[in-house]
């Protein structure tokens, strides 16, 4: 008679130890801790919500007073700065809760409980999940004892990392398996997944280091913006310019009184879009500041083909336009100039390929002397005294505006004009002045 009690160890029973469901709840409890990580991390560098997940959660305490998940993660304790100076930039620690639960969602994906001859490695795990537990208490201890608020959603991934300790500890073969498995996890498999659950890890905080480096530099360039365009400094930048020498050469095209207080130099070209905003501007301007200012127009084009100041066309017909131009102003004077302009920045999309002589036909001048003009040596020394003029005063783009001798950067502001020329003249302070041809 058979003995069953002899029975091979190999055929017993497999004992009801946690194997793959450890394994697969792990996981599945460390994606939910860093997906929530992910949406307070959000929250923490300033979104209005984190995430469906958290505003959820957070809502759900929403009526209590004490609870606000906002304003704990955004607390001086919601986030660590990168060094001891007071304004330094901070990394929020969701950011390393989220890259805490890659560590653990890797290390149960790839290595998983361990086998009895190899449950020295499982310590590994455990002293990260340990180290993460006594994070999470002292992350509660704080909520109640210093902020005394409540982030329901940090309690979430709190909970989470609680279950994740308790499988940790199911995980762990506290005796032998009666049936022989293979010696599970390798050495090799370990360190390999402990370098790159590091990586994960570290990663997670670079990302977020960025990010929080990209919205200061984004903070300040905002703020330093909000300074260059305030009417105060506008003026008070203006004001400490040098003078450049620009002669007032009545034989410019010119709008305006011819003894107004104040002159507008404008250096243009006729195919640049801001050099069209500069003219309607600069309309506005005279109709605001009637007789008291008085513009020249002078040319700039940004084409190789006729200035020989720009290093590349970047618009094939803006000398073609400038010298159209000049040759209304020849032919018609400031009147004709003014038409032939206008119609230039009115069908300025249409310049490559028009007819001018049409176009001046339209503006109401002669057609022959127009085309007489375009061809004299009038026009082109004309247009070489304006770009030696730009070349010694730094132009070297356009629109350039100057106003009494002073580059004025700023000009596209209605408020920037009327602080200007109502307010006293800064024509007369002291300044260097450049030179003129």
Known sequence: MRDESLTPVESRPLP????????????ALSALGWWTSIELTRL???AETGGALTDAVCAAGSSDASVDCRSVVRSKY???????????????????????????ALWYLLIGPP????????????????????NSLEYMRIMYAELHQWCTGCLLAHAV??????????????????????????????????????????LHVVIAFVFVQNSAMGQV??????????????????????????????????????????VVVAFVDFQCPRCRKLAQTLEDVLVRHAGSVRVVWRHFPLDARCNPHVPATRHPSACSAAQAAEAAYAVAGDDGFAAFK??????????DGADFEAWAVEAGLDA???????????????????????????????????????????WSRISVWDALLRGESPASQPSTPEASP
Not at 115 to 131: D, E, K, M, N, Y
Request: charged share 20%.
């Open 115 to 134: 086998t009895f001859s190899r449950r020295p490695w499982h310590l590994v795990i455990v002293a990260v999940v340990g180290w993460g537990l006594l």
């Open 221 to 262: 360039a905002e703020r330093l913006r909000s300074i260059i365009q305030d009417d105060e400094y506008v003026r008070w930048d203006y004001a400490r310019r040098p003078i450049c020498n620009l002669s007032d050469d009545l034989r410019r095209p010119t709008q305006g009184s011819a003894d107004a207080r104040h």
């Open 342 to 351: 206008r119609l230039l920045y009115e069908r300025q999309t249409a310049l």
């Open 44 to 46: 923490s560098l300033g």
């Open 368 to 410: 022959s002397a127009w085309r007489r003009a375009l061809e004299s040596e009038q026009v082109s020394s004309a247009m070489a005294r304006d770009l030696e003029l730009a070349k010694s005063c730094g132009v070297d783009g356009a629109p350039v505006v100057f106003l009494d001798g002073r580059r004025l950067p700023v």
């Open 16 to 27: 009801r130890v946690p194997r793959t469901w450890v394994r697969v709840a792990a996981v």
């Open 161 to 202: 990392n609680a279950l994740i300790a308790l499988l940790t500890a199911a995980a762990f073969p506290w005796r032998s398996e009666r049936v022989v498995h293979e010696p599970h996890p390798r050495g090799r498999l370990v360190m390999a997944t402990f370098a790159a659950g590091v990586f994960l890890f570290l």
């Open 78 to 104: 919601g986030s660590i700065p990168i060094s001891p100076a007071p304004e330094a930039m901070r990394i929020p620690l969701a950011a390393f809760g989220a890259g805490y639960f890659a560590f653990v």
